[in-house]
């Protein structure tokens, strides 16, 4: 990727960019680039990684936010608790739900670049869905 943001013309730190995409690694199958376009190209980048899997089942989500904390952006314990605690599911009975539900949780990581500086941002996300067990 770094050499398609050299040939668009990106003007955002390419250093930066491949640090977070050292920091993403290999083992994940969709990354969706953001960049923020207009008359220019701006140096912005946004860079976030999707998978279906949880970090018990998907040791990249461990490797991801080891190389963020070292890099500094992310604090080491709120990534552990995302984590150890977030990635699940549990089913609930809800007051006026005709069946119990069946709720999920996952999570997918954003990485954004902004000149030499590399963030993070986790979106958490919950899935509901009936079920009949």
Known sequence: MPAWLRRIGWPGDLATAE??????????RQVGVQIATG????????????????PADFSAWQ???????????CDPAKAQALLGD???????????????????????VKLTIDGDRLGAKAYLA????????
């Open 19 to 28: 640090r977070a995409l050292a920091a993403i690694g290999d083992e994940f």
């Open 39 to 54: 008359e220019a190209l701006r140096p912005v980048l946004g860079l976030e990684a999707y998978v279906a899997r949880g």
């Open 63 to 73: 490797q991801t936010f080891t190389a963020l904390a070292a890099d500094g952006a």
């Open 86 to 108: 977030w990635w699940g599911h549990t089913t609930v009975s809800l007051p006026g739900a005709p069946w119990r539900v069946a709720v999920h949780r996952q999570f997918y």
């Open 126 to 133: 919950i899935f509901p869905r009936y079920t009949l067990l």
